[in-house]
């Protein structure tokens, strides 16, 4: 049975307070000043993409507590014969594609950063099932609230290896300031314009669980202690 992890870290000032204040401060002003373009988006995804027009999906947030993270849809729910979902590169369209290139597709999660559930600055929520696979260290990317965009995604988002960008989940953990944040928002600002990264449409590495389950089996990497 998973043990609940026990988190440990030094907290300051500006983590437990002025950060937060910050998100609050920052998601109400984007939801308000662009409500139309929530409003044009919603419009748009539920012609193209169909209904419901916010995909929403159980992601493990600070302390590892369970939240709804929320975004636009960007594929069908096209089925073959049988039933079942075709594959996502199936089911992806050049609007959805679109979507999640210039990250249209994560303005829902501002209310997500409302709740508290998130913030701007922090580690990417991963899937649940990935929980039982994460080593000690890299557990405590979980120590804080996850962000809609954080270290890793700056410096190499879906291009790096899977220990790589845990890594840099922790180093950010490990570095958490105001002077952090800005460089975290310049450099994805950065990538975003440099274009090169397309790893946000899909990703071509193993998921987590698959590729931890590797390494057990081979006897490489982390681990399960």
């Known amino acids: ?40 988006l919603a419009i748009l ?6 209904s419901p027009v916010i995909f929403n999906q159980e992601r493990p947030g600070k302390d590892e507590k369970v939240f709804h993270m929320y975004k636009f ?6 089925r073959d014969t049988n039933g079942d979902l075709l594959p996502d590169e199936k089911r992806l369209t050049r609007f959805g594609s679109f979507l999640r290139k210039t990250s249209l597709d994560e303005l829902p999660e501002f209310l997500n950063i409302l709740k ?24 405590l990317r979980h120590s804080v609230r996850p962000g809609l ?8 988002r879906n291009a790096i290896s899977w220990e790589q960008k845990f890594e840099y989940d922790v180093w950010y953990v490990e570095h958490i300031s105001f002077i952090t944040d800005i460089r975290v928002i310049m450099d994805t600002v950065r990538a975003f314009l440099d274009r090169s990264d397309n790893g946000a449409v899909l990703n071509t590495f193993d998921d987590f669980d ?10 490489e990497g982390d681990s399960r202690e």
Do not use: C
Request: hydrophobic residues 45%.
């Open 45 to 50: 995804v539920r012609t193209r993409l169909g």
């Open 73 to 78: 849809r960007t594929m069908t729910d096209e």
């Open 116 to 139: 508290g559930d998130m913030s701007f600055i922090g580690p990417r929520p991963l899937l649940v099932r990935y929980l039982p696979y994460y080593n000690e260290r890299e557990r």
């Open 210 to 219: 698959v590729h931890r389950r590797k390494q057990w089996e081979t006897g």
């Open 149 to 156: 965009t954080g270290w890793a995604q700056a410096h190499g």
């Open 1 to 40: 049975m998973a043990h609940k992890p026990v988190f440990i870290m030094k907290h300051t000032i500006y983590e437990k307070f002025i950060k937060r204040l910050f998100d609050i401060l920052l998601s109400v002003i984007i939801l308000i000043l662009f409500s139309w373009l929530y409003l044009i």
